[in-house]
């Protein structure tokens, strides 16, 4: 084979190609380029650039005599008849010295094409982070995710690492905000599932005509908008895994039916479905209210408590373990610098005495969101009880409810199901003194407020609203 033949045909091999002289001539061009402007190259060699190709580049490389390498083009296809846009590099060509002609060329055939390989690299990217994190997950002791060293923590600590390893109904009682879902999963990280999922789902927060779909699934036409595949449940999708139940006592007892049923066959049955699927699922439940007192309402079956308790872990409100708040604030303090780029430099003494005066009634979530709070306003300051003069009004109201007791804020009973709406209370309060401080300091400007708190201003804007702020004088 000759050697321009073979040249020729190399030429063609590339997606688009396209070379001019001096005059701005266009002396050659590929087939696959002809094809794609719909002109035969009869029609094409000999004329200038700008006339088959209106608006190329190519003219200003000659007189730059500078490559462009990695630009967009658009171009119209006449195969397929619609606009496509292509990655072009524009080279000039030498001759002892001097510019005596330019070619372009393609390196993909689309923009799709690049936005697929974009696509796939993005996809390996996040697995290759999930697997990082379960490496680092399996690798870093799940016990230090739970800060703290009291007497009743350290005790909790050991019968997890105990319970941990078997395959035993796990329920986790306590307060609202205690952190129970951060005990869930140091459980499920030092058992021997730990390399399977750990799903979670709220009982409470799914309208109980859902509850059933998102537990056992349900097959494709079940109901009313239901998937034409169906859809697999909880159970099935932490199969050989972990199921978090949370706020399992509000569950509705049809559906405790149906569960202790899962439990005791070992396998679910899909709404809509005829055909039992196997299931091998470690169960932990939590809840915050008193289990016992809804068997004696008649809200919760006897025989599932029993199912699910076979180890009962209690885990303390804030306010019976006042010795571990520094521990945490430290924590919190911590993350809140790496996950928003601060820098916070602590927190004072003084401040970490006021922690321990305060009842904590929204426990562990509560005091979060107050140190959440003082880190976006004071980014880059230890925090002094000069930043503090909500929580002494929070102190002082609690001295104050505690009329005739004393003046020391006493330990509280645990809060009962229809008491849980003052943690909330709590929680907004706190999140209206953020967005007013945050208002303040930006003189009125709600832009400059958001950008403070390091949100978006919508959302600002929504939260704002919600606590009729902007309607205050």
């Known amino acids: ?51 088959i190709i209106p ?26 008849k619609r606009k496509i846009k292509l990655i072009c590099n524009r080279m000039p060509i030498f001759e002892h010295g001097k510019v005596i002609g330019a070619c372009a060329m393609t390196l993909l055939q689309e923009m799709d094409e690049i936005n697929h390989l974009y696509e796939e690299l993005d996809y390996l990217r996040s697995k290759n982070q999930e697997y990082r994190n379960l490496l680092e997950s399996l690798q870093e002791d799940p016990l230090k995710k739970i800060v703290g060293s009291s007497d009743t923590i350290t005790e909790l600590k050991k019968n997890i690492e105990l319970f941990s390893p078997s395959n035993l109904s796990v329920l986790l009682t306590g307060e609202t905000g205690v952190g129970k879902e951060v005990f869930a999963s140091a459980i499920h990280q030092l058992s021997n599932r730990n390399t399977h999922p750990f799903v979670k789902i709220n009982c409470a927060a799914i309208p109980k ?47 405790q039916t149906k569960l202790l049923r899962v439990l005791q066959e070992g396998e679910v049955e899909r709404v809509g ?95 979060k969101h107050v ?20 929580l ?13 007791k004393s003046s020391t804020v006493q330990p509280a009973e645990p809060l009962s199901s229809d008491q849980t709406s003052d943690i909330y209370a709590n929680i907004d309060f ?5 967005l007013k401080e945050a208002l303040e300091k930006a003189g009125g400007n709600r832009k400059k407020a958001a950008e403070l708190l390091g949100i978006s201003r919508a959302t600002f804007y929504n939260k704002a609203k919600k606590h009729q702020l902007f309607d205050k004088k």
């Not at 321009?4 to 001539?25: C, M, Q, R």
């Not at 706190?430 to 953020?434: K, P, T, W, Y």
């Open 1 to 51: 084979m000759k050697t321009d033949n073979l040249l020729n045909l190399a030429l063609e091999t590339i997606s688009n190609f396209v070379v001019i002289d001096a005059s701005e001539t266009i002396v050659y061009m590929n087939q696959v380029y002809s094809d794609m402007l719909g002109i035969s190259l009869s029609k094409i060699i000999g004329k200038k650039v700008t006339d």
């Open 55 to 80: 608006g190329t580049r190519l003219p200003i490389i000659l007189q730059t005599e500078k490559e462009e390498l990695g630009d967009i083009m658009e171009f119209y296809h006449h195969g397929l």
């Open 209 to 255: 005509d859902l509850l059933e779909s998102e537990l056992f699934g349900y097959e494709g036409g079940a109901f009313t908008g239901a998937l034409k595949n169906g859809k697999p449940g909880k159970f099935e999708l932490a199969n050989n895994g972990t199921l978090l139940l949370d706020e399992i006592g509000d569950m509705p007892v049809t559906l």
């Open 273 to 367: 479905g005829t055909s039992p699927i196997k299931i091998n699922v470690r169960l932990i439940c939590s809840t915050n209210i008193n289990i016992k007192e809804k068997i004696q309402l008649g809200e919760f079956r006897e025989d599932l408590y029993y199912r699910i308790n076979t180890v009962e872990l209690y885990i303390p409100p804030l306010r019976e373990r006042i010795e571990d708040i520094p521990a945490l604030a430290k924590f919190f303090v911590q993350r809140n610098n790496d996950e928003n780029g601060l820098n916070t430099k602590g927190i004072s003494k003084s401040v970490l005495n006021l922690f321990q005066q305060y009842r904590w009634p929204g426990n562990i979530r509560e005091l």
């Open 371 to 390: 140190i959440d709070r003082l880190s976006f306003l004071h980014p880059y300051d230890i925090i002094t009880d000069e930043h503090c003069g909500f």
């Open 392 to 404: 002494k009004e929070r102190i002082m109201l609690q001295t104050q409810n505690s009329q005739g």
């Open 430 to 434: 706190a999140e209206i003194e953020i």
